[in-house]
């Protein structure tokens, strides 16, 4: 099957060559996926310049970690799946920019055929990990204001939407001035260029002089602990990831004083379900142990309200272009050039 592969670590445009590569066997826990489209993602630029440390993966390999399409094939755990129109995540967080895609059944979805190829496509990863923060995690309630960074990216602009559907206030922050209008479009009540002016008094600001109630973070770096300094008595940070670079990132000490003067909540939110308390059948092997993770039942629950809410028009992914398999190197040189505003598609 012809796969995108990269060869070695480094940029993605030099390292990456389209190549003919074995079709992927599923396990007994796994569904074989024919990819319709396949979705970009930071965590795939980490993947191919390999400083992803937490799921770290040998060169060569076929990077992409969202696709949606048809199972064709599944493990003897998985044949219920067969010839069902899925979303999900392949087995290990890679393999997904390729015609097939094995994926744990525990990370498997059924998406409704009347979505279409880029409602499927654009459905998964942003949306649950916008729902596992703002309501599993940080329980997020009308009336209250959440803070969301990387407001204008996939995850950003489904938690905008998400926030907005239970009541809560949403302030959305972003890197340019040019997407500040597609996050108020998406129904942000204020938007702010966090790389101008002062970001605690912005923030403060917008919110009638108090301190926010939520903070959704996928940046991390030096606006995680600005944040703190935006954040009312009882508040709930909760860290996604960090977009910002995860050399800002690894090493950095987080001051406790911080949080004890702030009378706070820092949390992390994870996606990745599993079908029990461990990994087996994911493909995934973490350096760490420690780790907890969301349920499978969790994640059928969130993704049939999910459905509901697409369906209904009240929430709906954010397309910034549909792209052809051989463009994908220029579309994640984009990606990392901030140019993006919600997903990137790439159709097989």
């Known amino acids: 099957m012809r796969a995108w592969v990269a060869r070695e670590f480094g940029t993605p445009a030099d390292v990456l060559a389209i190549d003919d590569v074995a079709v992927p066997v599923p396990g007994p826990d796994d569904v074989l996926v024919k990819v319709a489209t396949a979705t970009v993602n930071n965590n795939d630029i980490d993947a191919i310049r390999g400083r992803w440390a937490s799921l770290p993966v040998p060169a060569p390999f076929v990077p992409g970690l969202e696709v949606a399409g048809v199972v ?6 998985g044949q219920h799946l067969i010839g069902k129109r899925v979303v999900g995540m392949p087995r290990g ?10 994926l744990p059944k525990s990370m498997t979805f059924e ?9 499927a496509g654009g459905l998964f990863w942003p949306f649950h990990l916008a729902w596992l923060s703002l309501f599993t995690r940080a329980d997020l309630q009308k009336g209250e204001t959440v ?6 990216g996939g995850a950003g602009s489904a938690a905008i939407q998400l926030a907005r559907s239970v009541g809560a206030r949403v302030i959305a922050t972003v890197g340019s001035d040019a997407k500040i209008e597609r996050c108020l479009e998406l129904g942000a009540n204020a938007a702010i260029n966090y790389q101008t002016g002062d970001l605690v008094e912005q923030v403060l600001a917008a919110n009638g002089g108090r301190g926010i109630d939520v903070c959704l973070d996928g940046t991390g770096g030096d606006l995680t602990e600005q944040t703190w300094r935006c954040l009312g008595f009882g508040a709930r940070h ?21 949080m004890i003067f702030g009378n706070f909540s820092l949390m992390g ?32 629950q969130v993704q049939t309200r999910l459905v509901e809410l697409m369906q209904s028009g009240v929430v709906r992914p954010v397309i910034d272009r549909v792209i052809g398999f051989v463009d994908l190197p220029e579309a994640l040189a984009a ?9 990137v598609v790439v159709k097989m």
């Open 111 to 119: 998406v409704p055929d009347d979505f279409t190829t880029e409602q």
């Open 269 to 300: 939110a994870l996606l990745l379900y599993v079908d029990t308390t461990r990994l087996e059948g994911t493909g995934i092997q973490l350096k760490d142990s420690s780790f907890n993770f969301p349920t499978r039942e969790q994640g059928e």
């Open 335 to 343: 990606f990392e050039r901030r140019e993006i505003v919600g997903r």
């Open 72 to 77: 064709e094939q599944a493990g003897e755990n």
């Open 93 to 102: 967080c890679f393999g997904g920019f390729a015609e097939y895609a094995a």
């Open 147 to 152: 803070l969301v960074h990387s407001a204008a």
């Open 238 to 258: 909760v860290i996604t990831g960090f977009s910002s670079g995860i050399d800002q990132t690894d090493g950095r000490p987080v001051l406790l004083r911080d």
